[in-house]
């Protein structure tokens, strides 16, 4: 569903031919093949997917792609310095002939990223992280909107969240309500799915790309910037892709440090954006919001931990930065009766996960 945090690297992208079974370090374009804007300096639309320890199910992201209805597009691959560099290149080489294949040092997911933009020649760019994949009408379905709406500069859609145990809806449990703006994305209002993502080149462009610095969560920093700097989104409420949620590397599985970096990009936006006085106060009262949900996770790791103390007092940190009722009583609880307060604590925990299974 998301790429994994990895540690940046200065050197420069490593540019293949995309001719089997030969590897040239300068970029070339396309040979003969399956007839794909791929192979035509003129695609409308330039697919980015950057790669790290996917070569198991790569395959499967790109034949959702070139099974697309709408086929003026290109695929820019960019693996990014990937451990099972090997058994990937063993994965692409049928497909080499349709795709532009980058490999450079890791530079994590916003390098990716950056890199691949910088080599599209579409006017959209499509971004599909390569653990997930497409439905077949997902390209025709987004440009269709760019159609209805020229004034559009950034759509996105619904999508299935695939675990081992349950499929569920994208929007169910990260809904999009009303108009898809800056402040909409900073309360929450609206969710973005990265993986459903076509945007106007230019528009990224405008908002200064993805900012490497970033270990995770990039892509929310990406989508803030660019409707901050103008950009005008919209969405659908269809299907259109499917992620997977359980690869071992996937960054949503670390819901600790998806928080912390939710709460650090509202803290640089509030330090790096000309913010009007209201938007500033919005950012700032989410980022003390997240800032509290931040604190209250840590709390809740260290009495699975049993260690009551250390919970103790990131739950009163929590409850001084954004006091809720359900805090208060457990601050209170593990004062009072910490035993039974932790068994509570347990028992709820395993009635959320039965009613997400």
């Known amino acids: 569903m998301a790429a994994s945090a990895r540690e940046a690297d200065g050197e420069p992208p490593t540019f293949l031919t995309l001719k089997k079974g030969t590897i040239i370090s300068q970029l070339e374009y396309p040979g003969p093949g399956m007839e794909t804007a791929a192979n035509n300096s003129s695609a409308k639309v330039s697919v980015i997917m950057p790669t790290y320890m996917t070569a198991h199910l790569i395959a499967r992201a790109l034949d959702s792609v070139l099974g697309q209805t709408f086929r003026d597009f290109e695929i820019v691959v960019v693996n990014d310095g990937s451990p099972d560099t090997q058994e990937l290149e063993k994965v692409l080489a049928p497909y080499l ?37 497409w439905l077949p009408e997902h390209l025709a379905s987004q440009m269709q909107l760019f159609d209805q709406d020229p004034a559009l500069d950034l759509v996105y859609s619904n999508g299935m969240v695939d675990t081992p145990e349950s499929s569920r809806e994208f929007m169910d449990s990260c809904p999009t309500h009303g108009e ?75 819901n600790i440090k998806m928080i912390e970096a939710q709460w650090q990009i509202l803290e640089k936006a509030i330090k790096t954006l ?84």
Request: charged share 30%.
């Open 180 to 254: 898809a703006t800056f402040e909409a994305l900073v309360t929450e209002r609206c969710h973005v799915a990265v993986s459903t993502v076509v945007v106007r080149k230019q528009a990224l462009e405008r908002a200064g790309l993805f900012d490497q610095s970033l270990p995770r969560c990039d892509d929310y920093d990406m989508w803030l910037r660019a409707a901050f700097w103008g950009a005008k989104m919209g969405y659908s409420r269809k299907v259109q892709a499917r992620f997977d949620a359980v690869r071992p590397n996937a960054l949503s599985l670390s």
């Open 97 to 133: 002939d349709r795709i532009v294949y980058i490999k450079q040092p890791n530079k994590r997911a916003a390098g990716a990223r950056n890199t691949a933009i910088h080599r599209a020649r579409g006017e959209y760019l499509a971004f599909l992280d390569s653990d997930d994949h």
């Open 274 to 357: 000309p913010l009007s006085p209201s938007q500033k106060k919005l950012v700032a009262q989410k980022a003390s919001e997240i800032q509290g949900l931040f604190l209250r996770e840590q709390g809740k790791a260290h009495l699975d931990e049993g260690r009551v103390k250390e919970a103790v007092e990131f739950f009163s940190q929590s409850n001084t930065q954004f006091p809720t009722p359900k805090v208060k009583a457990l601050l209170l609880g593990l004062k009072v009766a910490p035993g039974a307060t932790r068994k509570l604590m347990d028992l709820a925990k395993r009635m959320r996960s039965r009613e997400t299974a």
